[in-house]
């Protein structure tokens, strides 16, 4: 087995406490490849943010296992060869089964995932203790999830959503013993989270039920999955060069921005880091079509990147200068 500690991983316990006291919250960003792991992980040390690199089933079968596990280690090596070093968990993003976060603890996950949602409630809540069981034996946080968000990621997929119930959490949190909650309140996966006709606007969050929530289960660890915000500039140069993304729509920055000053301390990014590849590579491949040097494309696709993540750190989420 090897140590998430021996790795220079740290699990979210203390990550998560500081941004509640604080009032942020931790980004989680997947990623798939270096160009992306790179960008990740220099944006949050420019920024001086902790981090949560999130690897789902999904990028685990395209990517292999064991390789992931050696990207994780050598993105803390990279870290340490920059000005500062920060805080970062490695974590299984919608773990969805009992033998695949055993096997992420194995290979030096500091966090997992079980995502029981599609599951009966009586089924969530006995695998869910199945996993915290395990982990908590060898100090890895456990997040679990209530509600079912809509949209297809990876191998996640629901064609409706089911917010979560109030009423469950407190019972949940006490026959699991999870270390953090992933609840429904109207973000979505994918980059179509919402149904809206042009000047139409975007339905607000239902922070009634987070308020509900905070009220039932107080000082819990809240997360927020599919809060990526589409970012329409991405969409119009993905069109631009060829694409065919029209009526995508994202979460509002302004409403992560409001879920960060609540319980909500760790908020899930995946799709706008991929839209932000795809976009600037469209851009450089229609206007270099000569170019086949992978670098060469893939060079500006990070650049950005590492923008788009300066961004969210530091006007969305509320994380830098929090390391």
Do not use: W
């Not at 040390?45 to 292999?64: D, F």
């Amino acid at each position: 087995m090897v140590s998430y500690k021996d790795l220079g991983f740290v699990n979210t316990k203390e990550m998560f406490a500081k941004a509640m006291t604080e009032g942020y919250a931790i980004p989680a960003y997947n990623f798939n490849n270096m160009e992306q792991l790179q960008a990740i992980i220099t944006a949050c040390v420019e920024t001086a943010s902790p981090v949560i690199l999130q690897i789902s089933s999904g990028a685990r079968k395209y990517a292999n296992q064991t390789m992931l596990q050696y990207m994780g280690q050598g993105a803390i090596e990279m870290m340490k060869t920059m000005e500062r070093t920060v805080p970062i968990a490695l974590h299984l993003d919608h773990g969805n089964s009992y033998e695949l976060c055993v096997s992420c603890i194995e290979s030096g996950f500091s966090s997992v995932m079980i995502d029981g949602s599609a599951l009966s409630y009586e089924e969530n809540v006995a695998l869910t203790k199945k996993v915290v069981d395990y982990a908590h034996q060898h100090d890895i946080t456990v997040e679990g999830e209530l509600g079912v968000l809509a949209g297809i990621e990876d191998d996640v997929s629901a064609e409706k959503s089911h917010y979560t119930n109030p009423d469950d959490v407190e019972d949940f949190l006490n026959k699991t013993g999870v270390d953090s909650l992933a609840i429904s309140i109207g973000t979505s996966h994918g980059a179509y989270k919402f149904k809206v006709k042009p000047g139409e606007s975007i339905p607000p969050l239902r922070f009634d039920i987070l308020e509900e929530i905070e009220k039932r289960i107080p000082g819990f660890p809240i997360v927020l999955h599919g809060s990526s915000s589409v970012v329409p500039e991405y969409i119009e140069l993905i069109n631009k060069y060829g694409g065919d993304m029209k009526g995508a729509a994202g979460v509002p920055e302004e409403q992560l921005r409001k879920a960060t000053k609540s319980a909500v301390c760790k908020i899930n990014i995946d799709s706008d880091g991929r839209l932000a590849m795809t976009a600037k590579i469209r851009e450089f491949l229609a206007n270099n079509p000569s170019v086949f040097d992978p670098r060469k494309y893939l060079g500006p696709a990070r650049t950005e990147l590492i923008e788009m993540y300066k961004h969210k750190n530091i006007h969305v989420l509320g994380s830098a200068g929090k390391a």
